[in-house]
């Protein structure tokens, strides 16, 4: 039985927070447990063969189909989670960051029921929402560093509570999964390239092609991942036919590289704190070879580890749900703004009992 069935029986539940994402190409829509805090169900409607055709997402297809999709999703989760729509006491949707046509579907929804319902309305920052993803259906262990490693970001948190949130390295370039995502397609893979490499890579040879891991001048917090891309184009050039094998060897080298290349940051930053663990989320945390080198970690240097659950790595309202528990809720629903997507400053954000980002 899935971990949501069995929660459905077990635990009397008092009322739900209904979590809503539509940040980019997934519609979720999630309930949680007001008083327990535990999963009831996590409907994701996914894009991906729409998008895939196109070689990435498209935002004004992607806004399309979450207004369309939403409704239907809203009544699908009623009639499989058996609540009533009264027992929605409260509504969290991500209003940043995100494609914004995308989040603005989602924000004006859950605006709409929260206010129809008069139940307390959460703004949820999407990447914090990922950051403590690792921890639904338990407790994080504070202080943590927390590594969210997505299609978009690659950002490295300081965690002292839910409201502690420090930013300290992040990349100054593509994100992880950007950098699979686009070599991926230099290497006439389909999208997202994330979980294509990461098959292929199973039969490759990962020290056939020799990327190097770049040192970033502007200080030892920061990341790099362009620099791959640009190698790999220089590879498909060179090679006269990306038979199967060139392709593998290919992947398991390029998989290889950003996984050292996290794993390597990861270990220099548990060194300049004495933290309780380590949490690791975000769609490239599906990755199975970052995933044995973290768990790896708990024995090489004694950290305790937390990944996602696999249904909790890629977009999931879940997440939104379990952060807005554990939060202030906005005045009033119509205070709920959708913020564009900026590219994470390279300063330091903390944010101490705000509810804004
Ligand atoms: O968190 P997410 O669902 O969306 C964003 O908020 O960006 O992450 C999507 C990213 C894509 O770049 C995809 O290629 C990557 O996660 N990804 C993976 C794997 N599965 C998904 N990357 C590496 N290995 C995987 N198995
Ligand atoms: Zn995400």
Redesign the pocket.
């Known amino acids: 039985m899935k971990q949501e069935e069995a929660n459905k029986f077990e635990t009397p539940d008092q009322g739900y927070i209904l979590g809503i994402d539509t ?2 190409d ?1 519609t979720s829509l999630a309930l949680l447990g007001k008083e327990t805090g535990l999963v009831l169900e996590n409907l994701i409607s996914s894009q991906i063969e729409i998008h895939s055709q196109y070689g990435g997402v498209i935002p004004e297809l992607a806004s399309r189909k979450h207004s369309e999709n939403l409704a239907a999703l809203f009544e699908e989760l009623l009639t499989r989670s058996q609540i009533s729509v009264t027992d929605i006491v409260g509504v969290a949707a991500t209003h940043t960051p ?1 494609l914004i046509g995308c989040l603005l579907v989602g924000t004006a929804f859950a605006k709409a029921l929260a206010y129809r319902l008069n139940v307390p309305l959460y703004a949820i920052h ?1 990447l914090e929402a ?1 950051l403590f993803s690792p921890f639904i259906n338990s407790k994080p262990e504070f202080p943590f560093l927390g590594l969210v ?5 690659t950002a490295f948190y300081d965690v002292e509570s839910f409201d502690g949130i420090t930013l300290i390295g992040q990349s100054v370039d593509d ?4 950098a ?2 686009k070599t ?1 397609k230099l290497m006439g893979l389909g ?5 294509v ?3 292929l890579a199973q039969q490759g040879n990962t020290q056939k092609f020799p990327f190097t891991i770049p040192k970033v001048k502007m200080g030892e917090q920061y990341l790099s991942f362009s620099g791959l891309k640009t190698a790999v184009h220089h590879y498909v050039q060179k090679i006269s036919s990306l038979d199967e094998q060139v392709q593998k060897d290919l992947a398991a080298s390029l ?1 290889y590289t950003i996984v050292e290349i996290l794993i390597q940051k990861t270990k220099s930053f548990l060194k300049k704190k004495n933290y309780k663990s380590f949490a690791l989320s ?3 945390a ?3 070879l ?1 995933r044995e080198r973290v768990a790896e970690m708990e024995n090489e240097i004694g950290i305790s580890t937390h990944m996602a659950k696999p249904e909790y ?3 999931n309202a879940a997440m939104i749900a379990y952060l807005a528990q554990h939060r202030e809720p906005l005045a009033h629903p119509f205070d709920l703004e959708t913020l564009p997507t900026q590219k994470i400053q390279a300063r330091q954000i903390k944010r101490k009992g705000s509810n804004s980002p």
Do not use: R
């Open positions: 940040s980019c997934e995100g999407h990922h490693v997505s299609g978009g970001h994100a992880a999964g950007e699979f995502d991926a999208y997202p390239g994330g979980p490499i990461d098959k998989q975000g769609g490239v599906m990755n199975s970052l790595c890629t977009d």
